[in-house]
Nanobody, 117 residues
Framework: QVHLVESGGGLVQAGGSLRLSCAAS????????MGWYRQAPGKQRELVAT???????NYADSMKGRFTISRDSAKNTVYLQMNSLKPEDTAVYYC???????????WGQGTQVTVSS
């Protein structure tokens, strides 16, 4: 079992920045890639970015150049640095940990990000 706790969300003005953190605990040895997803009201959950245990990253096109995902393996923590935020980035951001022991991986409880115009 892997437990994920996100933090760092909040209210920010357009053009501002936020840094999200996701700390993993439990059977962290089983984690392969970790990632961030988001879900806006009335929309499906979508990929933001992922990072493998080897540090390989992948971003959704709309986040490239504005968001940066990073990982501190020693702390079992993944970060999402979000710059140049836009109102359309408003969503609940979820952390995911991919593991062969759980189909779809493990999910955190989510953290709200609200960008005002």
């Amino acid at each position: 079992q892997v437990h994920l706790v996100e933090s760092g969300g909040g209210l920010v003005q357009a053009g501002g920045s936020l840094r999200l953190s996701c700390a993993a605990s439990g059977s962290t040895f089983s984690i392969n890639a970790m990632g961030w997803y988001r879900q806006a009201p009335g929309k499906q959950r979508e990929l933001v970015a992922t990072i493998t245990s080897g540090g390989r990253t992948n971003y959704a096109d709309s986040m490239k150049g504005r968001f940066t995902i990073s990982r501190d393996s020693a702390k079992n923590t993944v970060y999402l640095q979000m710059n140049s935020l836009k109102p359309e980035d408003t969503a609940v951001y979820y952390c995911n940990a991919d593991s062969p022991f759980r189909y779809g991986g493990y999910w955190g409880q989510g953290t709200q990000v609200t960008v005002s115009s």
